[in-house]
């Protein structure tokens, strides 16, 4: 089974993923982890060295490189991950790859990542105004992406055990 969540930073891709992984005896990996252990930097230092055009790029690259070089697994992708180089489509042209977008309210988004913001390079600058912002701009903008997915979770005010029950659930 492959299995890709998708969603916006802060939506549990990572969390929800691992927990999902476990249950389904699969092996769980996050995209951005990945990248980080391929490239031997984090996600922030890339960012920081070399921009987000590159990162974008090499992103592409390890995706494609992960989904054939795997049979079964929970892969987690980075909230903008399905908008860049073609990647949504790539990814849900391949018929054996079931897509989950966990979709969370913005509300839900900003309570999440206002605690941690400054661990995230596209927010590490932000006020709280501005992250609110962000996040609605962002959410509209990625929304055609995420919806390519083929199933819908929302996770707004759900524990971890219910998302990954829903999930089972519309898997089997």
Do not use: W
């Not at 890709?4 to 992984?21: N, P, R, V």
């Amino acid at each position: 089974m492959k299995i890709i969540l998708l969603g916006y930073m802060g939506s549990g891709k990572t969390t929800i993923g691992f927990q999902l992984a476990k249950k389904l005896y699969l092996d769980f990996t996050d995209l951005d982890e990945y990248i980080e252990k391929k490239e031997g930097k984090t996600i922030s230092d890339i960012f920081a060295d070399k921009g987000e055009i590159y990162f974008r790029k090499i992103e592409h690259t390890y995706l494609k490189q992960f989904i054939s070089e795997n049979n079964s697994y929970v892969l987690s992708l980075g909230g903008g991950t399905p908008c860049y180089s073609g990647n949504i489509d790539m990814i849900i042209n391949q018929t054996k790859i079931q897509t989950i977008y966990l979709q969370a309210s913005i509300a839900t988004i900003y309570e999440r990542l206002y605690e941690n913001s400054s661990k995230r390079p596209l927010l590490a600058t932000l006020t709280k105004e501005g992250l609110t912002e962000y996040i609605a701009k962002h959410l509209f903008e990625r929304g055609i992406y995420y919806e390519k997915a083929k199933y819908r979770i929302s996770i707004n005010s759900k524990s971890i055990e219910a998302i990954v029950a829903e999930i089972r659930i519309l898997l089997h």
